[in-house]
């Protein structure tokens, strides 16, 4: 298995652009994460989607973000416009619903920043 | 809510030192606990869980204990080794699937 793909590992972009992050969750899991990390707030859930639904998107910081789902196999986390604050990795992660414990597999990330 | 408190970083040992990354959590009911492992530039890994009180978890030489009566999950090895070197993540499950992750604790091997 190829494990949960991000793209992409690198994004440098100026200050009110948009910018729009992939994640391809491994196949056959039904939930996928959205996470940022940075040094001072450490690792923040964002949103989460359960079978291509958003479940619980209370991470999410403000209206500039939004993340969709369009089918199992493919998720965009975008930012518009992007803000310096908004530098971090962000991690896509799925998971497969097992009973009471479920492992999330993480992709490499994607490290973002805003000058 | 639920919550999780890991010892402050960075911690440096030698090779071969024991090791133990302190772990608390704050949860109603009887929630399921994890270990992460982050390696420079790579995702979060498990590196091991436990799912009910006086369950041990291990892999790879590293054991945790699910201590209900201290709410603990405190993270041993006997031996560390430089490929020991990852920041390491303790976190929670109330059997929502989200996690609740601690703040992280960066771990460095010298030879």
């Known amino acids: 298995d190829a494990g949960v793909i991000q793209s992409p590992r690198h994004e440098v972009t100026e200050m009110g652009q948009e910018v729009t992050l992939r994640c391809k969750p491994i196949?056959?899991?039904?939930?996928l994460f959205w996470y940022r990390q940075t040094m001072m707030r450490g690792l923040e859930l964002l949103i989460y989607?359960?079978?291509?639904?958003?479940?619980?998107d209370s991470g999410m910081p403000e209206d500039r973000f939004s993340a969709k789902m369009p089918n199992a196999s493919f998720s965009t986390l975008k930012i518009q416009p992007s803000e310096p604050r908004d530098s971090a990795v962000y991690f896509c992660?799925?998971?497969?619903?097992?009973?009471?414990?479920?492992?999330?597999?993480f992709g490499n990330g994607t490290r973002l920043t805003v000058t | 809510g639920n919550s999780v408190t890991q010892m402050e970083g960075p911690v440096t040992l030698s090779e071969e030192a024991f090791l133990t990354i302190n772990c608390t959590y704050t949860?109603?009911?009887?929630?399921?606990l994890f270990w992460y492992v982050q390696y420079p530039g790579e995702g979060l890994q498990l590196l091991l869980k436990?799912?009910?009180?006086?369950d041990k978890g291990s892999n790879k030489g590293f054991e945790a204990t699910y201590r209900k009566e201290t709410t603990s999950f405190h993270l041993e090895k006997g031996s560390v080794q430089v490929s020991d070197s990852a920041v390491y993540f303790c976190?929670?499950?109330?059997?929502?699937?989200?996690?609740?992750f601690g703040q992280g604790t960066r771990l460095t091997i010298n030879p």
């Open positions: 992660a799925s998971s497969l619903r097992t009973g009471k414990v479920s492992p999330l597999h």
């Open positions: 196949s056959g899991h039904d939930y």
């Open positions: 989607f359960n079978n291509n639904v958003p479940i619980d």
């Open positions: 949860a109603t009911g009887y929630p399921s």
């Open positions: 436990a799912t009910k009180a006086d």
């Open positions: 976190a929670l499950s109330d059997g929502a699937q989200k996690l609740v």
